[in-house]
């Protein structure tokens, strides 16, 4: 089916890993800093090749590595602030809170648990350069019309899969909302792609000039083009299988 050309696409290039072990994530450090804090200076007094904060032992991380060349072409994470946990629970609460319209949402009111953040999407820079996005920590708005006439061409969709990991851990977790700062032209284009979130506060300058933006379940499922549906579909049964392999495995451990 034409729908499943992207899947089928995405599925032959690369491969989602749940970076659930010290050596995995020591990978997703090292491309949180070779991209936040050596090449974009967005983050200063980075440990080498270390990139990290008080956020990562709440998130989910997960790498996406090019199959051909066994580089890892991504990752991201998506911070679950668990129930019990004390605010700021993620990132956005800690840096961004006072340009949240709480006529919107009352990030105060929220219970832990039961919302999540996407964050810490960082794709190296030898993987933007091939889809002319050099300068950004990801691919913003990057489409080709015939991406089977070069293999570089299919690069653009690794911040499409890997925003995609995070909306399979937000379904999969049942929580009830999703947020993420970022520039309002990403919003755009993820609206293009049939990803609607929703401005929920003002402008400010936290690594460029970005916005507080929010999902919910109704929100998501609505509006997803049928090809990329077909690409969720793939990535949501990947995820849970190997949350689920993770699982056994650390009760196995212990």
């Keep these: 089916m034409a729908h499943n050309h992207l899947a089928d696409s995405f599925n032959s290039y690369f491969r989602l890993i749940y970076a ?3 050596e ?4 997703v450090f090292k491309i949180r800093y070779d991209v936040f804090c050596d090449e974009l200076r967005l983050e200063e007094n980075c440990p080498k090749d270390i990139e990290k904060d008080e ?6 991380h997960f790498l996406l590595q090019h199959k051909q060349s066994g580089e890892f072409a991504g990752t991201v994470r998506f911070v679950i602030p668990p129930q019990g946990s004390k605010k700021p629970g993620f990132p956005i609460e800690k ?7 709480k006529s919107i949402v009352d990030l105060a009111s929220l219970p832990p648990g039961t919302y999540g953040e996407v964050s810490r999407l960082a794709v190296p820079s030898r993987f933007r350069r091939r889809a002319g996005e050099k300068g950004k920590p990801y691919i ?17 969709y690794i911040s499409v899969g890997l925003y995609l990991v995070c ?15 970022a520039e309002p032209r990403l919003a755009r284009a993820m609206a293009r792609i049939g990803i609607k979130f929703e401005r929920c506060g003002e402008i400010m300058e936290y690594h460029g000039q970005r916005a507080p933006f929010y999902i919910d379940q109704e929100m998501l499922k609505k ?8 690409l969720f579909k793939l990535i949501k049964s990947t995820v849970k299988t190997q949350l689920s392999k993770s699982s056994q495995r650390h009760k196995k451990a212990s």
């Design 20 to 22: 659930d072990n010290d």
């Design 24 to 27: 995995l994530l020591k990978q």
């Design 55 to 60: 956020f990562d032992i709440f998130a989910k």
């Design 95 to 101: 840096y961004c809170l006072d340009t949240i319209d």
């Design 140 to 156: 913003v708005d990057s489409h080709q019309k015939n991406p089977e006439s070069d293999k570089n061409r299919l690069f653009p």
């Design 167 to 181: 909306a399979a851990l937000f379904v999969e977790k049942e929580l009830d909302y999703a947020f993420i700062m």
């Design 223 to 230: 509006g997803m083009k049928p090809e990329v549906a077909s």
